[in-house]
């Protein structure tokens, strides 16, 4: 192997209804999600979209599993990840990030969220 490509996205935003309390089913939230995907880098350049992590797919794969309400954002991070490694048999590693950017928590200021990462077996 020649080296490591991470294909990653940032920054990103959705609105969606994720989390335990009924309120959260009604009045949604704004979330952020990461997503960093390795692949093994070949000896010679990539020069083909084919031989590489599609980014913009990626980012409709994030997004379709956003709009799946779940209770906990752990399993939206795991489908997020079992979806990419169908998509994309070349990725070796993956690390999804998803935070809750206005959580329900009386008094709270920050964002709350979790991190999973996984390698292909």
Avoid: W
Wanted: proline share 3%.
């Amino acid at each position: 192997m020649a080296g490591v490509i991470t294909v990653e996205l940032t920054g990103l935003r959705f609105f969606a209804y994720h989390g335990v309390h009924k309120e959260e089913a009604v009045l949604g939230n704004d979330f952020e999600v990461e997503a960093f995907m390795e692949q093994a880098a070949p000896g010679e350049a990539i020069t083909a979209i084919e031989d590489t992590i599609n980014y913009v797919a990626v980012y409709h794969i994030l997004k379709e599993v956003m709009q799946e309400r779940q209770a906990l954002l752990e399993t939206c991070v795991m489908r997020m990840a079992d979806r990419l490694y169908k998509e994309f048999p070349r990725i070796e590693k993956v690390r999804i990030t998803l935070r809750k950017l206005n959580p329900p928590i009386e008094g709270f200021v920050g964002k709350v969220g979790v991190s999973y990462e996984r390698r292909r077996d």
